[in-house]
């Protein structure tokens, strides 16, 4: 199982990064409304990446990210400095700290091929989405790139489609994120 070590931050936000797979445009794609409302949750937020935009999208809203590291919230927390609608709370693989029917949006992103239980983790982001929430996902594509997790650690599109799916998700679409990555988009 690949997991990400915190101490590679700097992977998360670099130039190449930004050009292949830009925030706010990615976050466009997903379908996130500019002046926006809602609630929106960010799994594995690292050091806020879509997190910080998403708050900046959705002006209406509020934005929380969590992570099981310490080291990454306080990345994020220092990178959010002045943004009013954004919250960081650590979380644990399989729980999230929210209550219930409590987000709009799920983002996970380059997170499910780090979870070993996959039907646990869809399970505790089914609870946490409301009824009509948006789960948006991206994954690594499953070919052999010079960086990311080795290609027999990343997951096919159909796969994430079909363990969505079991738990009573729906699969609504898959969006172009990149040439490495792709994305999903799921209903309650």
């Known amino acids: 199982m690949h997991k990400f070590y915190p101490r590679n931050a700097e992977k998360l936000d670099n130039p190449t990064r930004r050009r292949y797979m830009p925030p706010f445009k990615t976050l466009d794609k997903f ?16 050091i806020g990446y879509f997190t910080i935009p998403a708050a900046k999208i959705l002006i209406k809203g509020k934005v929380i990210g969590l992570d099981i590291s310490d080291e990454m919230l306080e990345f994020a927390k220092e990178r959010s400095l002045g943004i009013e609608n954004i919250e960081y709370k650590k979380c644990e693989e399989y729980y999230f700290p929210v209550n219930n029917d409590f987000a709009d949006y799920v983002m996970l992103s380059n997170v499910l091929h780090e979870i070993q239980d996959k039907s646990r983790y869809i399970k505790e982001i089914k609870r946490v989405l409301k009824k009509d929430g948006s789960v948006f996902v991206i994954e690594w594509r499953k070919i052999d790139t010079n960086y990311g ?11 994430v489609i079909k363990w969505f799916e079991d738990e009573g998700l729906g699969f609504i679409s898959e969006i172009e994120v990149s040439e490495h990555h792709y994305g999903l988009i799921f209903k309650k």
């Open 31 to 46: 379908g996130l409304q500019q002046n926006g409302e809602g609630v929106f949750l960010d799994i594995g937020c690292g």
């Open 149 to 159: 997790p080795p290609s027999h650690h990343r997951i096919s599109q159909e796969e």
